[in-house]
């Protein structure tokens, strides 16, 4: 009898000590999730802290497999690099200087590539600043001045035209003050959602999402990868930030 209440009184004090513990536990994770909000809160933009990981992480490891390239899966050339030293001015200079391959149309806002070897300049920026910038119209689904956009040689959000099998180096720079961007390449065209999912369908490339520039420093990210299609007809080019396509950061592209 006495042996029993023993037992009994030494689990029950186990069942408090284990529910003291417990509770210790939740309420150390509870104060690091505090900590860890308010250094979101003051630190950095939340959004653009997940946008970083999603394309660091997730895009870059799962898609493009470290240096191999998405590109290279798809039977591209492959190849990525990710220089987080390019400068801002020089960005903006290279814009405007159009290769010898390629023809500007700012009447129907196209860019015509006759080489099979093709660099494609391309920067992220907001849709006013790229208007500031290069004095160019947005089309009209891109018109709304607190979006964001493509400028590609010296256009916005231009249709691309180029020939099948050309290997295309794409050089993404990102020159937003405050917003990450990338630009994939895919035969699913508008409208997108949201988290524009559907354009996983028919993708040709894949790029992680990059930081924007630092403009106190002059520098800007820029992220290079090269590609083809190996097939003629329509495809788009888009950034996958969540909200961007959906509200006109995307363009078309005609293989021919
Ligand atoms: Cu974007």
């Known amino acids: ?64 497999g470290g240096s191999g390239g998405y590109a290279g899966m798809m039977g591209g050339t492959g190849g990525s690099v990710l220089n987080t030293r390019i400068n801002i001015s020089t960005a903006e200079a290279d814009t405007n200087k159009l290769p010898s391959y390629a023809h500007a149309y700012p009447d129907n806002n196209t860019v015509l590539f006759t080489s099979s070897n093709i660099t494609l300049v391309i920067l992220a920026m907001g849709a ?58 895919t035969a699913t065209g508008p409208p997108y959602q949201y988290m524009p999912m559907s354009a996983m369908n028919g993708i040709v490339s894949m790029m992680p999402i990059i930081p924007h520039a630092n403009y106190s420093g002059g520098s800007a990210s820029e992220y290079n990868y090269t590609t083809a299609f190996a097939n003629t007809g329509t495809y788009w080019y888009i950034c996958m930030y969540p909200g961007h396509a959906q509200m006109g950061m995307y363009g078309k592209i005609i293989v021919e």
């Open 1 to 64: 009898m006495a042996g029993d209440f023993i037992t009994k009184h030494a689990k029950r004090k186990n069942t408090i000590i284990n529910a003291t513990s417990l509770l210790l536990v939740v309420v150390l994770l509870l104060v690091v999730i505090i900590i860890l909000l308010v250094l979101n809160v003051s630190g950095f933009n939340m959004m653009n802290g997940i946008a970083g990981m999603m394309g660091a992480g997730m895009f870059s490891s799962m898609m493009n």
């Open 128 to 185: 006013q600043r790229a208007i500031n910038l290069t004095r160019a119209q947005p089309p009209l689904y891109d018109s709304n001045s607190s979006g964001n956009a493509f400028v590609i040689y010296g256009l916005i959000d231009p249709t691309l035209i180029i020939p099948r099998d050309a290997i295309v180096h794409v050089e993404f720079i990102n020159l937003d003050s405050s917003e990450y961007h990338n630009v994939i390449m």
